[in-house]
């Protein structure tokens, strides 16, 4: 089976996974494909040495950034607290013989931002509790040589993301602009 068809089925399992829960923690809540093109187009095109996702999941998205990565001879880090579906993204990266251009980590987000090192990132995708976004902000620009950080769900909640986008653009002096792909992709940069 190609990538592509596994991602197709994948993302077909996760939507029918997702509807037939009501509790969050079992969801995958996937990227769309839209959005999977969209992150192999940067990933392609920006070449960084060092990728972190924070938000794992089943490694649905996961997927398309690791095959952007082995093509570009670069690495990912993807942080999920959830035990059980990191366990998920390990079956399904080895499945696609992704293995060895991901590493994964069972750690609350937060918390592994706090111990990275400063410019350590140079490509970023956030997709995980946008409650904690605030949070985990100064952290998250410390560890990200600039570079790119992309940000899912800009335009399905934008008032979940509010405080954290005013934090980097009126603080951090940070560029953001929001691309209306998938569920609205939040692109942070540092202009010069
Ligand atoms: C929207 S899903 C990620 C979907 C994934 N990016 C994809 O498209 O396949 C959000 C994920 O964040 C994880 N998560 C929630 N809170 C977290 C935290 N504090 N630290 C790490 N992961 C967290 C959840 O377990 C969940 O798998």
Redesign the pocket.
Known sequence: MTIDSYLERLYVE?RQNDSSTTTR?EM????TPSTGTFLDLLVSELKPKRIL??????????IWLARAARRIHSQVDS????RD?IHLARKHLTECELQDNVALHV????EFLRDCNTETYEFV?L???RT?YSRWAADLVRTTRFGLIVV?NATTHPQELLDFRRFLSDELGLSISVLPIGNGQMIIQKVE
């Open positions: 996760g923690s995958m809540l996937n990227i996702e924070l938000g794992t999941s089943n490694g649905f998205s996961t942080v999920d607290i959830s579906k750690a609350d987000c937060g995708f997709d995980s509790d904690a899912d």
